[in-house]
């Protein structure tokens, strides 16, 4: 087994020691036994350590509480602050060595360090073990419901490990198919539904339909870049109500909206309905100040036939539906204003994906960009500024435009 008890001697070669050196010397000390570490050649010999160690190791499979808090790994050293009768008790154990080391002079101490003993790293390589095992059965039940729903093609890719994140974690994935075969079966048995019924069908207990909650916003994008609509399966709502401002006309079946003040819908709303305007140009910015400062500008707004959307600092799914229905009315060209930093290039390069017609990025001193390598290329050589730094006024807009 991976995790097979190894004698404390067996340890110290496999772990602690490094190239070069040596075991000379064994000394029993009652429970602990002392080695001596040498490096020797045909013209060098010097002592360069001094290890502590338990004689007969203890095989639990349990790292005491105390000792967890400092995230031993094999290649960590520490200085630990606890009684001495405690470490005593973790040498004796197995659960820590003690690695004295020599400078040079093989006399004077250079440090004089804690590290993970063979009880520890047998206890971690049992939980490995464990996890492994636990973490192929939970696949081997998703796999088994998977089959049991025959899932569309759509979501079978979407199950699949090359089609998730490489940085998601074992658990995230296997969260992710619990929310990818949960939302399959609920589209299945009803036409409509919320996102809170995802996790509460999935999960029958108190709590359970907040089972995705933490999730939400990620995997509904990932959903999407798969190229599934959770929309058109049937998810009227996210389970939080999204405001979206804008100012502008707007039309739907529910309601209309016209210029002179800042509006809001909801993202309900959007998947519920279809928008329309009669505007020309969409402005997208990203923070609300831009927004409500345009808002008062009227005259402008209903001489350029502009409709200016807030994105709230980042794009969300709502924000894309509202932005797709609003292309294809009259919208002829889109001017994209964010904050001059990471996050405001990743809101513009998300933004441009969704246009098919001309569009311009608001750099700093009116600054004006017709395509995204190019403002990226600028953006890198730019001091990180917000976008409310440079609101500038009818004259500025006029002229971006």
């Known amino acids: ?226 190229g599934i609509d959770a929309p058109s399966y049937g998810l009227v709502s996210s389970g939080k109500i999204v405001p979206i401002y804008f100012t502008g006309h707007a039309q739907s079946e529910l309601a209309s909206y016209h210029l002179g003040a800042v509006h809001a819908t909801t993202d309900n709303t959007v998947l519920q309905t279809t928008f329309t305007t009669s505007n020309t140009t969409l402005w997208l910015v990203e923070n609300r100040a831009i927004l409500t400062r345009m808002a008062t500008e009227s005259e402008f707004l209903r001489e350029s036939h502009s409709f200016v959307l807030c994105l709230d600092g980042q794009i969300r799914s709502a924000h894309k539906q509202f932005i797709k229905q609003l292309l294809k009315s009259s919208i002829q060209q889109v001017l994209i204003w964010t904050d001059y930093d990471e996050a405001g290039l990743t809101i513009a390069k998300k933004a441009i994906q969704l246009l098919s017609c001309p569009f311009k990025i608001i750099g700093r001193d009116s600054q004006i960009f017709t395509d995204i390598e190019t403002y990226e290329q600028w953006l890198q050589h730019e001091n990180r500024h917000e976008q409310e730094q440079q609101l500038g006024g009818v004259n500025e807009w006029k002229m971006w435009m």
């Open 1 to 226: 087994m991976e995790y097979e008890e190894k004698t404390s001697i067996e340890f110290l070669n496999e772990v602690v020691l490094r190239a070069g050196e040596k075991i000379e010397k064994v000394e029993y000390q009652g429970p602990i036994q002392t080695v001596t570490i040498v490096r020797r050649s045909a013209r060098i010999y010097k002592k360069v350590a001094q290890i502590k160690v338990a004689k007969q190791p203890i095989w639990k499979t349990t790292i005491p509480q105390e000792l967890v808090k400092y995230k031993f790994s094999p290649k960590v050293n520490r200085l630990l602050n606890e009684p001495f009768e405690t470490i005593q008790d973790w040498l004796q154990e197995g659960w820590i060595i003690r690695e004295i080391r020599y400078h040079v002079d093989g006399i004077s101490i250079k440090d004089d360090v804690y590290r993970m003993g063979p009880a520890y790293l047998f206890a971690l390589k049992y939980r490995k073990s464990k996890e492994q095992q636990q973490y192929e059965l939970q696949l081997e039940q998703l796999r088994k419901q998977a089959d049991d729903l025959q899932m569309s093609p759509l979501f079978l890719h979407a199950l699949s490990a090359e089609a998730m994140p490489r940085y998601w974690s074992r658990v995230k994935q296997l969260k992710f198919m619990q929310f990818c075969i949960a939302m399959y079966q609920l589209a299945q048995q009803k036409d409509l539904f919320d996102f809170k019924e995802i996790g509460a069908t999935y999960e029958d207990r108190i709590g359970g339909s907040k089972m995705f909650d933490q999730e939400r916003e990620e995997f509904l994008a990932h959903l999407a870049q798969l």
